[in-house]
């Protein structure tokens, strides 16, 4: 990462669609260069509501990961 990179932390998402979408467009609009995922996504497919994201999102599965397909 280049110094100066904004990076934003997520964690415990939990399929919360409304507060992931807006979690989104907070870290756009702040110009975060780099997400971290903490875990617990819980479903696949939450990552379409991670479509927008303008920044590289890195991740890892939580303790409640149970569905990764």
Known sequence: MR???I???LADTHDNLPLIDEAVKQLNRYGVGTVLHAGDYISPFIV????PLQAKIIG???NNCAERQ
Request: hydrophobic residues 30%.
């Open 7 to 9: 990076i934003g932390i």
């Open 60 to 62: 890892v599965y939580g």
């Open 48 to 51: 379409s509501h991670f479509k």
């Open 3 to 5: 110094e100066g990179t």
